[in-house]
């Protein structure tokens, strides 16, 4: 089993950056593909990026590409969301989940989550 805390959300201005940081208990963190997920108020929890336990396999959605980087640090037991170039419509609150197998893209393969971090985006 493992818990996890994201941390980093904040207000920016449009064009601006924040990492995320999903902190991670346990012994097992290396055992585990991270994804970060976010939703948007009255929408559905969307993928956002995911990356394999190694940390050589980065997976993003078609949205964030080229602007997001998500990267790991096992021995850290850590992993991380660097958004660049933020827009308004990457307000949402962003939550780091953690699977042992499934899809990456598949919110119902992650069996562990956090409780989420605000991302507000003005333009």
């Known amino acids: 089993q493992v818990q996890l805390e994201e941390s980093g959300g904040g207000l920016v201005q449009a064009g601006g950056s924040l990492r995320l940081s999903c902190a991670a208990s346990g012994r097992t963190f290396s055992s585990y593909g991270m994804g970060w997920f976010r939703q948007a108020p009255g929408k559905e929890r969307a993928f956002v990026a995911a990356?394999?336990?190694?940390?050589?396999?980065?997976y993003y959605a078609d949205s964030v590409k080229g602007r997001f980087t998500i990267s790991r640090d096992n021995a850290k037991n850590t992993a991380y969301l660097q958004m660049n170039t933020l827009k308004p419509e990457d307000t949402a609150v962003y939550y780091c989940?953690?699977?042992?197998?499934?899809?990456?893209?598949?919110?119902?393969?992650?069996?562990?989550w956090g409780q989420g971090t605000q991302v507000t985006v003005s333009s």
């Open positions: 989940a953690a699977r042992l197998a499934g899809s990456q893209y598949s919110l119902g393969a992650y069996a562990y």
């Open positions: 990356i394999s336990r190694g940390g050589t396999t980065t």
